[in-house]
């Protein structure tokens, strides 16, 4: 199985300032069609999870901009340029590159 | 409404059985991969299995429910089924279903299971 390891676990951030979180496989996540299966969801507490980041770098459907996903082969990152109140929860990395797909351990992010 | 129900949970004894259903709405559900993922008390999100769109012939599973749940759909109810047996204290969990075969867009507001005498 693909292990998926996040840093750091925890991140307190005043808002306003960014935030950036480091994900990393265990195998390249780079496939022969082109595309890298790296996703990034964000769990809100009490909420669903919600999908933030496909394939290493697109924002999903109402994503605001102040995120972003870069990285590439094993070595990925996403970065809130400013953070609000509203983005505290969970963030998670998941590989969709072959099964079981897995999930890093999760960062919680809270506000200072 | 494009959205996902789940039904289903509650206690059961250990060594128990347990079948979630997860009915879509809003969405073309036969052209849909669908997906189960949970999390247990305290712990991350942990992905479990997908079935394949259409007649859902192909289904993957981890190994921690593999032998023990089935997952399947019916597309004339739009419906997603997680066939759960041999149920153990571990399986304790919130469960999510979710539409995707690689990412997942929508998921349901999440069942509790837990498992426990």
């Known amino acids: 199985d693909i292990v998926m390891t996040q840093t750091p676990l925890s991140l307190s951030v005043t808002p306003g300032q960014p935030a950036s979180i480091s994900c990393k496989s265990s195998?390249?996540?780079?496939?022969?069609?082109?595309?890298?299966?790296l996703y990034w969801y964000l769990h809100k507490p009490g909420q669903s999870p919600q999908l933030l980041i496909y394939?290493?770098?697109n924002r999903f459907s109402g994503v605001p901009d102040r995120f972003s996903g870069s990285g590439s082969g094993t070595d990925f990152t996403l970065k809130i340029s400013r953070v609000e109140a509203e983005d505290v929860g969970v963030y998670y990395c998941?590989?969709?590159?072959?099964?079981?797909?897995?999930f890093g351990q999760g960062t919680k992010v809270e506000i200072k | 409404e494009v959205q996902l129900l789940e039904s289903g949970g509650g206690l059961v004894q250990p060594g128990g059985s347990l079948r979630l259903s997860c009915v879509a709405s809003?969405?073309?559900?036969?052209?849909?991969?669908m997906s189960w993922v949970r999390q247990a008390p305290g712990k991350g999100l942990e992905w479990l299995s997908v079935?394949?769109?259409?007649?859902?012939?192909?289904?993957y599973y981890a190994d921690s429910v593999k032998g023990r749940f089935t997952i399947s759909r019916d597309n004339s109810k739009s419906t997603l089924y997680l066939q759960m047996n041999s149920l153990r204290a571990e399986d304790t969990a919130v469960y999510y279903c979710?539409?995707?075969?690689?990412?997942?867009?929508?998921w349901g507001q999440g069942i509790m299971v837990t498992v426990s005498s």
């Open positions: 809003g969405f073309t559900f036969s052209t849909n991969a």
């Open positions: 998941m590989q969709s590159i072959q099964f079981p797909r897995t």
């Open positions: 079935i394949s769109s259409g007649g859902g012939g192909s289904t």
């Open positions: 979710a539409k995707g075969w690689y990412s997942y867009g929508l």
């Open positions: 394939e290493v770098s």
């Open positions: 195998q390249s996540l780079l496939n022969s069609d082109g595309k890298t299966y």
